[in-house]
């Protein structure tokens, strides 16, 4: 069966600290994959997809950019947090397009992000 | 662009008792999908339900059932005998393709409370 996992649970940053949460998939092959933010009592915002190695789609300008260095490994980063940058942070994936049921999407533990 | 209302930010039910979530949607896609995703105090998303647009007929999960108005862009979720464990956060989500991708809306959310 799939599993996403994403690390740290946690994380305490101070504003213009470098930032880098990751996120992996396991049990399947050429997923695509998103980060969203979650602020506090707030709906999901999309901040990235991916459909391939390398391949990255932002929706919204931002402090933040994301890498998918390898197939099952999407990683979020920022080279100076912002204080607006506090939230929880989710990762998630789907199969394919190519792939059978590639309309849902499947979400990580989270990440919960305070920037000080 | 695609937008996802949840008029009801917050909502409560007594135990064994049944409630309805509302949700309305804005799109000039014919076809897309529709999903119902709880976020419990864990903050871990669970997809609940999910309904295709080309389907007539309304899905239903165990407890959980769908009211899918096409026309109306309406996709309101029934919990039948509720129960403590469906406290939680319910978002609303719509998606659609795009190219080798899915484009996800989220809906802002409703605070669902049971109490006993």
């Known amino acids: 069966s799939q599993t996403i996992h994403q690390w740290p649970a946690t994380l305490v940053q101070p504003v213009g600290s470098p930032l880098s949460l990751e996120c992996t998939v396991e049990?399947?092959?050429?997923?695509?994959l998103y980060w969203y933010r979650q602020a506090a009592g707030r709906g999901l915002q999309l901040l990235f997809y991916?459909?391939?190695?390398?391949?990255i789609s932002s929706e919204v300008p931002q402090n933040l950019s994301a890498s998918r260095p390898q197939d099952r490994q999407f990683i979020l980063s920022s080279k100076k947090l912002l204080l607006s940058d506090s939230g929880f942070y989710l990762c998630?994936?789907?199969?394919?397009?190519?792939?059978?049921?590639?309309?849902?999407?499947?979400f990580g533990p989270g990440t919960r992000l305070t920037v000080t | 662009a695609q937008t996802v209302t949840q008029s009801q930010p917050e909502m409560s039910v007594q135990e064994a008792e049944t409630v309805t979530l509302s949700c309305t949607y804005d799109t000039s896609e014919s076809n897309y999908y529709l999903f119902w995703y709880k976020q419990p105090p864990s903050r871990q998303m669970i997809l609940v339900i999910r309904?295709?647009?080309?389907?007539?007929q309304n899905a239903t999960e165990n407890r959980f059932s769908v009211n899918f108005q096409k026309a109306a862009k309406s996709f309101s979720l029934k919990i039948s005998d509720s129960q403590l464990g469906d406290t939680a956060m319910y978002f609303c989500a719509f998606m659609k393709r795009r190219g080798y991708g899915q484009n996800f809306v989220f809906g802002p959310g409703t605070r669902l409370s049971v109490l006993p």
């Open positions: 991916s459909v391939g190695i390398g391949q």
């Open positions: 049990g399947t092959s050429n997923p695509n």
């Open positions: 309904q295709e647009a080309y389907k007539q």
């Open positions: 998630a994936w789907s199969l394919s397009q190519t792939s059978g049921r590639f309309y849902e999407q499947y």
